[in-house]
């Protein structure tokens, strides 16, 4: 029952997320009350990525990031990645007057691995990719929920008040964001943890391998902005990191049993 409640617990965050979300419009279609208006951006922003998180952690392994690291890496992992992404994007326009979109994915990529660095060094002992995976998705949920009540303010000042253009915004990115920020960000923390607990040439091929692969389809994605390609990279990403789960998950459970002590 634990095992499937642990499964199965992104529903319920799915369902009460959404539940909470059209509570807070009806509230607000009904009194006019525009101080509910931050309360139905952050909660349109939020749910999807802290869906996908709920999910990732219950199906690579045995939730063995403890909530108090995946808090942090989301909060901290969103503020400092999009401020930093902030920074170096706006640099980088100065220097060369135009912004190509593959700088873009390269700058969020990194930006967005500065905390699942710093909780490597911190939390050393615990450095095994199906964590790494988790941190990291919890690093891109966080940029991708601050991102998204950037994108549903602006839209609210530049429709002028007009809340279909805020919750068309809110559904689209909230759709997306488990195959863009998310997953990017899952893939190269997973491969930077399975570095780190077992160094050697392969490892260090794959993890550039895989922090490259995610900047083109960070920079796919930005630069040819269609449904398409909205499709054909979102199923190459979520394709790709459920399948890093599913790897990751069947590596924990090797690694468990030859550390079990066996009977006699």
């Not at 922003?45 to 890496?73: E, K, N, Y």
């Not at 530049?158 to 809110?170: A, C, K, M, P, Y």
């Not at 559904?171 to 607990?197: E, I």
Request: aromatic residues 10%; positive net charge; contains cysteine.
């Amino acid at each position: 029952m634990a095992k499937f409640g642990r499964r199965w617990a992104w529903v319920a965050v799915l369902v009460l997320g959404v539940a909470l979300y059209l509570l807070v419009l009806a509230t607000l279609v009904d009194t006019r009350n525009i101080n509910f208006i931050p309360a139905l951006i952050m909660l349109g922003a939020s749910i999807a990525p802290a869906t996908f998180l709920t999910f990732a952690q219950g199906r690579t392994g045995q939730w063995q990031v403890p909530g108090s690291v995946i808090a942090a890496a989301a909060f901290f992992g969103g503020i400092i990645g999009v401020v930093a992404a902030g920074w170096l994007e706006y640099d980088t326009l100065r220097s060369l007057g135009v912004l190509p979109m593959l700088f873009v994915g390269l700058i969020e990529e990194t930006a967005k691995l500065v905390v699942p660095v710093l909780i490597l060094l911190l939390w050393w002992p615990h450095r095994s990719a199906g964590n790494g995976l988790v941190i990291g998705v919890a690093s891109g949920a966080g940029f991708a929920a601050l991102e998204t009540m950037g994108y549903a303010f602006t839209a609210l000042v530049q429709s002028q008040g007009n809340l279909g253009d805020v919750e068309q915004t809110l559904l689209v990115r909230g759709l997306t964001a488990p195959a863009a920020h998310l997953s990017w960000t899952g893939l190269t923390a997973g491969a930077l943890f399975a570095l780190a607990a077992a160094p050697g040439a392969r490892r260090v091929l794959v993890f550039g391998a895989t922090f490259v692969a995610a900047v083109a389809l960070h920079a796919c994605w930005d630069t040819f902005a269609s449904q398409l390609a909205y499709v054909l990279v979102g199923l190459v990403s979520l394709g790709w990191v459920l399948l890093q789960m599913h790897l990751y998950r069947r590596a924990d459970t090797r690694a468990r049993s030859a550390a079990r002590p066996t009977a006699g």
